[in-house]
């Protein structure tokens, strides 16, 4: 256990719908960092926050968004959903930026 | 741009026998290498890192790696392989040149099997 969660585990939903995906760092962990894991793309880097503050972007559709609460806990924010946007969702954690990051378990989203 | 290249999508070996899973790298900088193994169903597991220091870097289960700056490689080895080990392996960079907000990216992943 990494002590990175992450809610729901899965999730079912529509095209054009919206959905949230919920994860709590490591107890002491500033940075969270958001991924998705597709078979075609692998795992590609969304955004990163570092105590509250959005740190680095990656390849972030304009659809997604991401934001960083006082408590450190992170939200993602997935709208206009598309059948491409089905994939596994990772948070991981860091305390600093040269540190290793802890992953969560994932959230497998399925747009049908 | 920092990139990093596993040229091996499957690599399989008997239990008992040595592994090597490879990896080489690209950046402008000096590299923090990092090493993950993903089992199905579950998250990233970090296994070891090189910053900076010694080039053989020993890391959990028994996995090392070794830092070889003239090849640009950093490749995962292990001894004695495990039926366990049976996993997708992740090798991911960052370019230390680009400042603390460089993200890390990872290779697209090599498919250890391990056969008894």
């Known amino acids: 256990d990494s002590g990175v969660t992450q809610t729901p585990k899965h999730l079912i939903t529509a095209t054009g719908q919206r959905v949230t995906l919920r994860c709590s760092p490591r107890?002491?962990?500033?940075?969270v960092y958001w991924y998705q894991q597709s078979l075609d793309q692998g795992l590609q880097f969304l955004i990163q926050?570092?105590?509250?503050?959005?740190?680095a972007k990656g390849n972030i559709l304009e659809r997604f968004s991401a934001q960083q609460f006082p408590d450190l806990h992170s939200e993602l924010n997935l709208s206009s959903l598309e059948l491409g946007d089905s994939a596994l969702y990772f948070c991981a954690s860091s305390v600093e930026d040269v540190n290793e990051q802890f992953f969560g378990p994932g959230t497998r989203l399925t747009v049908l | 741009a920092q990139s990093v290249a596993q040229p091996e999508d499957q690599v399989n070996v008997a239990e008992g026998n040595p592994l090597t899973v490879k990896c080489t790298y690209s950046?402008?900088?000096?590299?923090?290498l990092f090493w993950y193994v993903q089992y199905p169903n579950r998250g990233l597991q970090f296994l070891l890192k090189y910053i900076t220091g010694d080039n053989l870097v020993k890391g959990s289960y028994g996995f090392e790696a070794e830092f070889n700056k003239s090849q640009t490689s950093f490749h995962l080895k292990k001894p004695s392989a495990l039926v366990s080990d049976s996993a997708l392996y992740f090798c991911a960079v960052r370019d230390t040149a680009r400042g603390g907000n460089t993200p890390l990216v990872f290779g697209k992943g090599t498919r250890l099997s391990v056969i008894a």
């Open positions: 950046v402008s900088g000096n590299p923090y």
């Open positions: 107890s002491g962990d500033l940075s």
């Open positions: 926050y570092y105590n509250g503050e959005e740190r």
